[in-house]
């Protein structure tokens, strides 16, 4: 049975500003964050005493998605047909570097052998699933736009009805290491110094699903799509032409853009393409809200749409004009970054559900 209608029905965020919906709000109205983070204010963090930071934050907001989903007091039976597809573009890559440091440093006998798994890139996935008692797939994805494919993924396996409903995030935690690699190629480095990452997640499922369950969602899905910027025809005058990237079917309808871009190269050409292709240039530059957070910063764009879509309140203080439009239709979410761009379109549920 093939399940088309997917539908948002859960959020959940943690980063430097906090977490859950409120602090995430309070953040988007006056942009300011907090210095440390406490994991232990948030879950009981027993199950993950080896886990490391990268864990920690996916763990957190994968509980806080399910919770808004109300999913999170299932039996084994249905646990089994819920799963987590997580994105992050760095993934452990400064742990791993730090724990080979120590190894040839110091000699196998100074590293524990028990904090190994932290450097397999499909560790925090595996802690979600672990702490949370999720017995469905468990896949993790990197890349530049990880979420987005995560996403897509994700929804195939609803619609062939692998799962009823997944688990979907992204996750990256700056350190060093990153920080310096990007500052060579990224034009506004406070956009990387300022932020410190963090995880952010939301509960996909099908239609029949969330309405059986009786639960509020926030949006439906209409599609997402990822493709190569380095494959486009060099001939065009617009290198975003050739992939359609507004068709026919959504062009019409799109009333914002939350658009995440490198100011520079690509990220130019994207930034006019959506300025030139959508109505009354209304483009939201999530960069200046999130910075470059990578997979994380994904995340959160698209728990803003979801929350613009479904009438937040909560949204009010931003400048940004979506936030006191009540009658948004739809949103089309869009990253770019290099040699890669995604983007998914989302419909307010209600509108599209009832027909």
């Not at 029905?9 to 977490?19: K, L, P, Q, T, V």
């Not at 530049?144 to 993924?153: E, G, R």
Request: proline share 2%; hydrophobic share 40%; net charge neutral.
């Amino acid at each position: 049975m093939m399940r088309d209608k997917i539908v948002i029905s859960g959020i959940g965020m943690i980063g430097d500003f906090g977490a859950g919906k409120k602090d995430f709000c309070t953040f988007l109205s006056v942009r300011k964050s907090i210095s440390d983070l406490c994991f232990d204010d948030y879950m009981d963090t027993s199950p993950l005493r080896r886990a490391d930071e990268l864990s920690y934050c996916a763990t957190i907001a994968a509980k806080l998605a399910l919770q808004d989903a109300k999913l999170d007091h299932l039996n084994a039976v249905c646990n089994k047909r819920i799963g987590v597809v997580l994105g992050t573009t760095h993934g452990s890559l400064a742990y791993s570097i730090d724990y080979n440091k120590e190894l040839i440093m110091n000699g196998p006998a100074m590293v524990s052998p028990m904090l190994f798994s932290n450097s397999v890139l499909n560790a925090p996935s595996s802690y979600v699933s672990a702490a949370l008692n999720i017995q469905g797939a468990s896949i993790t994805i990197s890349g530049y736009t990880p979420v987005f494919q995560a996403l897509k993924y994700a929804m195939d396996l609803i619609r062939q009805d692998i799962l009823d409903c997944c688990l979907v995030g992204g996750v990256d935690v700056y350190n060093e290491i990153i920080l310096d690699g990007y500052s060579n190629c990224i034009k506004d480095t406070s956009m990387l110094k300022n932020r410190y990452g963090g995880s952010g997640f939301v509960v996909v499922e099908s239609a029949e699903s969330q309405k059986k369950r009786g639960v509020v969602g926030y949006a439906e899905i209409q599609g997402t799509q990822t493709f190569c910027v380095s494959s486009q025809n060099k001939k065009s005058d617009n290198i975003f032409n050739s992939q359609h990237l507004l068709d026919s079917r959504c062009s019409p309808g799109v009333d914002y853009v939350l658009a995440s871009y490198n100011q520079d190269g690509a990220g130019v050409k994207f930034e006019k393409y959506l300025l030139e292709n959508t109505k009354e240039n209304n483009v939201v530059n999530c960069t200046k809200i999130f910075g470059h957070t990578f997979a994380a910063s994904e995340s959160f764009q698209i728990i803003f749409g979801a929350m613009a879509l479904q009438g937040s309140n909560d949204l009010s203080g931003l400048d940004a004009s979506i936030a006191r439009n009540k009658n948004l239709d739809s949103l089309m979410i869009s990253k770019s970054f290099k040699a890669s761009a995604s983007y998914s379109i989302m419909t307010k549920m209600e509108r599209r559900l009832e027909k």
